[in-house]
């Protein structure tokens, strides 16, 4: 890949669109039915229960709502802050990527809760059919951890926000100033002192 098109693929603009994609997708599974169970409770007919992500895997929508955040922040922050909201990313898409792999691994007890509330049994019996979306989770997961990789290489070539180097300039140069002003302000002083101005007055 030549080096102009590994810029735009880590520039602010791309790395931002990634991890909101990631994190879009992730909260978008998480309303989604992860698990069809059609319950054997002896003779007795219990109708088909839709497992939602949220109840199957209920981290899914918090990790999502943290890489949303994070993807943001990290447009306007700094090289150091930037370094922990990549950690903090890849760890919200390994734990996306481990909540999905628990549920395809082991549909029966990610379902265990609704099926108790809904047939008042704590019974495993019955059919289990995952639905596509916890590997829609899953390729979520991977998103963000890839956007962290990716922000944690390309973030360290990125300029600083405008607003925050103004804001610091001016913080630095404020010090600076006030000297300046208080020497030309002493010197107004003695020059008043010498043609016998009071300058207190």
Do not use: C
Not at 21 to 50: D, F
Not at 136 to 148: F, I, P, W
Not at 166 to 176: H, I, K, L, Q
């Amino acid at each position: 890949m030549s080096a102009p098109a590994k810029a735009r693929l880590g520039s602010k603009r791309n790395v931002m669109l990634l991890g909101l994609a990631g994190a879009v997708l992730a909260l978008a599974t998480s309303t989604r039915t992860w698990i069809n169970v059609q319950p054997e409770v002896g003779s007795v007919k219990i109708p088909l229960i839709e497992v939602a992500g949220s109840d199957a895997a209920t981290a899914v929508a918090a990790l999502a709502v943290v890489a949303l955040a994070g993807s943001l922040a990290a447009m306007i922050a700094g090289k150091a802050a930037r370094w922990i909201i990549a950690a903090i990313l890849l760890l919200v898409g390994g734990g996306i990527v481990a909540s999905a792999v628990a549920v395809l691994a082991d549909p029966v007890l990610a379902a265990a809760t609704k099926v108790g509330e809904a047939t008042g049994l704590n019974t495993s019996g019955g059919a289990y059919e995952v639905t596509f979306w916890p590997w829609a989770a899953a390729l979520a997961g991977a998103l963000l951890a890839a956007n962290a990789v990716l922000l944690a290489v390309a973030g360290r070539h990125w300029a600083g926000s405008r607003k925050y180097a103004r804001d610091a300039a001016a913080t630095s140069a404020g010090p600076a100033a006030a000297a300046q002003d208080g020497q030309i302000d002493e010197i107004s002083g003695w020059d008043s002192l010498s043609r016998g101005d009071d300058p207190t007055g």
